[in-house]
T-cell receptor, first 119, second 113 residues
Framework: GAVVSQHPSRVICKSGTSVKIECRSLDFQATTMFWYRQFPKKSLMLMAT?????????EQGVEKDKFLINHASLTLSTLTVTSAHPEDSSFYIC???????????????FGEGSWLTVV | KQEVTQIPAALSVPEGENLVLNCSFTDSAIYNLQWFRQDPGKGLTSLLL?????REQTSGRLNASLDKSSGRSTLYIAASQPGDSATYLCAVNYGGSQGNLIFGKGTKLSVKP
């Protein structure tokens, strides 16, 4: 079946540094990918919609200059957390939509998620 | 404001029991609703997707129902097993791109052997 791979699964970085998270659709092309984050005991929240070949669309309250999204190919989107701070520590997860994958319409596949800890 | 609520937040049952997880949403004009499973430290696995025109979907021991008028969905798990232990998330899509989902906080299920 379709797989979305996310890397790294866990990362620890120092405050002030940047960290990049990759999201790959392994066996299908995804013109649109999505980035979510989940703080402890909170719901998953959409951060941004990543569109291949164009600028990402950010949700209200998400700083686009801090969370850089690049979707340079149909199988890869990257999220870069710039100048990370401890409050950015969270679970980040991506998803990709596969068109017509089932009789009930598009199917969304999620990556494994990335645990970011900023110290 | 569109919100998704899941009750209970946590549930512990003995192996073999049938159980129901609940999801409610404030805006009934949904496009579809999805149930996911999240294992600790892992990504999400899609379990069932119900389109707004459907009333239920079944996959193995899982059955999800949808009542748009009352803003509710239930996930029924038959003959629970320890391997079913995970957090179950309900997510609603109000239209537009498929990935724009609003998630509940989840129900953490523990099935005791």
């Amino acid at each position: 079946g379709a797989v979305v791979s996310q890397h790294p699964s866990r990362v620890i970085c120092k405050s002030g540094t940047s960290v990049k998270i990759e999201c790959r659709s392994l066996d299908f092309q995804a013109t649109t990918m999505f980035w979510y984050r989940q703080f402890p005991k909170k719901s998953l929240m959409l951060m941004a919609t990543s569109n291949e070949g164009s600028k990402a669309t950010y949700e209200q309250g998400v700083e686009k200059d801090k969370f850089l999204i690049n979707h340079a190919s149909l199988t890869l989107s990257t999220l870069t957390v710039t100048s990370a701070h401890p409050e950015d520590s969270s679970f980040y997860i991506c998803s990709a939509s596969r068109t017509g994958a089932s009789s009930s319409g598009n199917t969304i596949y999620f990556g494994e998620g990335s645990w970011l800890t900023v110290v | 404001k569109q919100e998704v609520t899941q009750i209970p937040a946590a549930l512990s049952v003995p192996e073999g029991e049938n159980l129901v997880l609940n999801c409610s949403f404030t805006d009934s004009a949904i496009y579809n609703l999805q149930w996911f499973r999240q294992d600790p430290g892992k990504g999400l696995t899609s379990l069932l997707l119900i389109q707004s025109s459907q009333r239920e979907q079944t996959s193995g021991r899982l059955n999800a129902s949808l009542d748009k008028s009352s803003g509710r969905s239930t996930l029924y798990i038959a003959a629970s097993q320890p391997g079913d232990s995970a957090t179950y998330l309900c997510a609603v899509n109000y239209g537009g791109s498929q990935g724009n989902l609003i998630f509940g906080k989840g129900t953490k299920l523990s099935v005791k052997p």
